[in-house]
């Protein structure tokens, strides 16, 4: 084994020893191809007021840009696919944001994986990001060999589904790099499409992130929740798993084995009633190293009653 063979065998193993459930690696360049997409993408205000997606573009187009030298991109996946379920009166919530924060869970991984490396390989360069940082974190994890860009735009992984966090640490280290997946095992299958009850899944994987319920019920900051979504999201108050819950692919999901994410009891067993009825102080209490408090409680009591509202409008949408 020549020493690049060795690095990445080490990178590779320590990120599994770290509870990551897969490791793929791609020569860091500027994304052409994506720059169009997501020029495209912006340009057709697909995110809604999410303006801090147009900050920054041309670092989310190139890894250089975040670490000088780059070389490569390391991406990294989390199964956070839970054991356990809502009770059936509970109002919805995604299964991402059962347990503790994801952010700071895996920025802590993030920051031993570089601590490791510094120490078993010498002085090298790394950031890592998840999720919040200016980098286009699925068409990496596409390109380091780990699974196909699905048509509800989700990364899915032919032997464990799509439910899966994403992190990637760009480093100045040269090492050894996976193939592209190339394939799509989408097919004519269009579920996804199908089911998603805000037509937010356009051609050609596109996600209209200003129709997405999980945008209006997260994102949407300090604003009302547009009419005519109104009947439309089918008890979800935090965010919005429906794309994922129906693709055939899922079925591979296996329960993540992460103490981490073990769910906050009040994620699983609150009912709407309680949900209505919790104070700032009680929400702050329970949610504040949850991924809940991006909404905040004024935008789960905003969420709740929007539901509350077309729940009396259309009460044959529910149980
Ligand atoms: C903004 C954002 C949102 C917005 C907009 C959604 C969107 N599709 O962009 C909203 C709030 C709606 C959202 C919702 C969700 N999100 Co989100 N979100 C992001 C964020 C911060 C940026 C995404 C982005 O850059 N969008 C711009 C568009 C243009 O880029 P894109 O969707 O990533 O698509 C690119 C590639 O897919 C590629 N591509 C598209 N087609 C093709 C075809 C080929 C052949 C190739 C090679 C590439 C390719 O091109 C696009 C541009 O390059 C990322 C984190 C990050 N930094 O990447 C998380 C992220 C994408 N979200 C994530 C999750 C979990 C969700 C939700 C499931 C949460 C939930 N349950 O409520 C939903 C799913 C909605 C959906 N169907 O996409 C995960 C996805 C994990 C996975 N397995 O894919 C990410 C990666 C966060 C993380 N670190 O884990 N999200
Ligand atoms: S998360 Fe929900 S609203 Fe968003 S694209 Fe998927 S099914 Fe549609
Ligand atoms: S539901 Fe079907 S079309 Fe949608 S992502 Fe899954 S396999 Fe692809």
New binding site residues.
Partial sequence: MNLKQQNTAFIKKSALALGFDLCGIARAHK?E??AI??EQ?LNKG??GS?QY?ENYFEL?IDPSRLVPGARSVITL?KNYYPSEQQKKDSPKI???AFGKD?HEVIRNKLTRLIELMKINIGEIHGRG???????????W???SGLGW?GK?????NKQGG??????TLITDLELEYDD?FVK?YCGTCTR?IDACPTD??LP????D?SK????FT??LKEMLIPAEMKGKFENWMF???I??DVCPWNRFSKPHNEVEFTPIPEILNLSTKEWEAMTQENFKKFFSNSAMSRAKWKGIQRNLKFLQQTQSEHPADFE
């Fill in positions: 994304l191809e994506d997409r997501l993408w697909l995110h999410m997606m989310r996946i995604s299964k991402y994801y990001f998840v999720d919040s940082a200016p980098v286009l974190e699925r068409t994890a596409q390109r860009i509800n735009g989700n990364l899915i799509s439910f899966y966090f994403i992190a592209p799509d996804c937010a899944i050609d994987k596109v996600i992130g997405c319920i999980s945008y997260i994102e965010g919005c798993d794309c994922q």
